[in-house]
């Protein structure tokens, strides 16, 4: 159901036409994984799988944060390269954490293949005495653009909403799913999110 409401808010950005940041969490132990994964089964009955619409490794979601965000076409955002919108949103992430953070450099290469993570900081990354602290996949499209990040800690709400309201100088405003969103959410769960072809495919 969390991937299915992201993807619901980012077929509806255009008519939303604002960016939405949204956090989550997960009822039991969870795993995600990227688009171009294969399915991790060595974690078949640990953990509930499910298959990202980003790219990325597995991302164990126990005890961290997760948090989207989407923009609508022609947003500044969306307009950056990808490499430039990853890493401006990871500084807002940075800035809601109390460690000593930084951006990860240029000589950090995306490792190749299935892999966690955690366990590979690359380009943009929040990192912190060289480990990862905070990562991210985006996808982009006619609907518009959906980040899709994981904080290895758990962030208050405040916490982080006053970090993206000082890094892009922005206020909040609540926001509700639609009963349009909602509907097509849990559409997208049990027909695309829940299914084997779209989690077990190659």
Same mark, same amino acid.
């Given at each position: 159901?969390?991937?299915?409401?992201?993807?619901?808010?980012?077929?509806?950005?255009?008519?939303?036409?604002? $960016? +939405? +940041?949204?956090?989550?969490?997960?009822?039991?132990?969870?795993?995600?994984?990227?688009?171009?994964?294969?399915? $991790?089964?060595? +974690?078949?009955?640990?953990?509930?799988?499910?298959?990202?619409?980003?790219?990325?490794?597995?991302?164990?979601?126990?005890r961290d944060t997760t948090y989207t965000v989407v923009v609508p076409p022609g947003h500044a955002l969306y307009t950056m390269s990808t490499s430039e919108a990853y890493r401006v949103l990871h500084q807002a992430v940075a800035g809601a954490l109390t460690l000593n953070s930084q951006i990860a450099g240029e000589k950090i290469a995306a490792p190749r293949g299935q892999y966690e993570c955690f366990q590979n900081p690359v380009q943009g990354d929040v990192v912190a005495a060289g480990e990862k602290l905070a990562g991210g996949a985006q996808r982009r499209g006619k609907w518009g653009m959906l980040h899709q990040g994981s904080i290895a800690a758990r962030v208050a709400v405040a916490q982080l909403q006053e970090a993206f309201r000082r890094t892009f100088e922005i206020e909040f405003q609540p926001y509700a799913l639609s009963t349009t969103e909602r509907e097509l959410a849990g559409q997208l769960a049990a027909e695309k999110y829940a299914a084997a072809a779209w989690n077990h495919r190659l």
């Open positions: 159901m969390n991937m299915a409401v992201d993807e619901a808010l980012l077929r509806h950005a255009v008519k939303r036409a604002r $960016p +939405l +940041l949204r956090l989550y969490s997960w009822e039991q132990p969870a795993v995600s994984f990227g688009y171009f994964q294969k399915f $991790p089964t060595h +974690l078949t009955g640990s953990h509930m799988i499910v298959r990202r619409p980003t790219g990325g490794g597995i991302v164990y979601h126990v």
